[in-house]
């Protein structure tokens, strides 16, 4: 359900009224169903009209801002509820489970996308003008906020930028940079610097997180993957459940399912080709682990969502 209204009741209408403006400028570059990168650097725009299937999908280090429309997220036993009046924050590749809870014709779910840009991050954040606390503390990797009217703002002319093109290659990285600092400004701020900050056990568990989703396919020794992060065994169990809401054998098994399922849906991979693939040595492991997660074997759930259309989970938000 929307949450327009504030602490005292009364409708911010600057806010809804931004809200508003936004979707409209995004619905009128995204006419189709999908996700479409723009010709802004980073920037891509997402529709839906209806309501989806739950659907995996690997998340990268971006910005979602939801205009409108009702979308959860799981990732790792936790659910994210995000509305037109939110944002998601990703800091980390993440595994992740969604689904489209409220869409149609007339209101599809519109959202902004904006890739992030850690060196970009840290440029901001080493500024002599920028204040951060000393302390960091440990954070997920995937966070929802509420979108303020500066943030609200920041992206309505990012997004006005696709009506002036000339005006992209010297505005659009200034914008850019704003809505990050107004990210790390925002009470989900913490959420980014732990992440970018050199030194930092977030930062040092987010290399560890890098280089597994790289590898996921190779057999996970957890020694090599704390030797990655610089720390202990337990101390890097600790850290990397903290910031993924997962185990690292559970992150690994995650990828390796969504990878499969991607290469069984697009590219026509039947279950024991995509199993060896991602790293499986059993096929029959593989349909069990996959069965568990997904609710049905491989092969009857690829030919479930190809008989009901379900979009190519390359292309799902």
């Given at each position: 359900m929307a949450r327009d209204k504030d602490a005292n009741g009364n409708l911010p209408s600057r806010a809804v009224a931004m809200r508003k403006d936004l979707a409209r400028k995004i619905a009128a570059h995204i006419r189709?169903?999908?996700?479409?990168?723009?010709?802004?650097p980073g920037l891509s725009l997402y529709r839906k009209s209806a309501p989806t299937q739950c659907t995996s999908a690997a998340y990268e280090p971006e910005l979602i801002v939801f205009v409108q429309g009702e979308k959860r997220i799981n990732v790792g036993g936790t659910t994210l509820e995000c509305n037109e009046s939110t944002f998601l924050l990703t800091s980390i590749d993440m595994p992740v489970v969604s689904q489209v809870t409220k869409a149609s014709r007339e209101e599809p779910i519109l959202a902004l996308m904006l890739k992030l840009e850690?060196?970009?991050?840290?440029?901001?954040?080493?500024?002599?003008?920028?204040?951060?606390?000393?302390?960091?503390?440990?954070?997920?990797g995937m966070a929802v906020g509420e979108s303020s009217?500066?943030?609200l703002d920041a992206?309505?002319?990012?997004?006005?930028?696709?009506?002036?093109?000339?005006?992209?290659?010297?505005?659009?990285?200034?914008?850019?940079?704003e809505v990050i600092y107004r990210l790390l400004r925002g009470p989900r701020g913490e959420n980014l610097r732990a992440i970018a900050t050199l030194g930092e056990?977030?930062?040092?568990?987010?290399?560890a997180v890098a280089w597994l989703r790289e590898n996921y396919a190779k057999p996970l020794r957890v020694e090599d993957l704390a030797s990655v992060a610089q720390m202990g065994v337990s101390t890097l169990h600790?850290?990397?459940r903290s910031l993924t809401a997962m185990s690292p054998l559970q992150y690994q098994k995650q990828l390796r399912l969504h990878t499969a399922r991607v290469r069984m849906l697009t590219d026509g991979m039947d279950a024991a080709s995509a199993a060896f693939e991602v790293g499986y040595e059993s096929p029959s492991q593989f349909s069990r682990e996959y069965s568990r997660f997904?609710?049905?074997?491989?092969?009857?759930?690829?030919?479930?969502?190809?008989?009901?259309?379900?979009?190519?989970e390359r292309d799902s938000l």
């Open positions: 189709m169903d999908g996700k479409e990168a723009t010709g802004v850690m060196p970009m991050v840290r440029e901001i954040l080493s500024q002599e003008e920028f204040h951060v606390p000393e302390a960091v503390s440990a954070t997920r009217v500066e943030l992206c309505s002319r990012l997004l006005d930028l696709l009506d002036a093109p000339q005006d992209i290659p010297f505005l659009s990285n200034l914008i850019q940079r056990q977030s930062n040092r568990t987010a290399k600790h850290h990397f997904f609710g049905q074997p491989p092969m009857r759930d690829i030919k479930a969502r190809q008989l009901t259309g379900a979009a190519s």
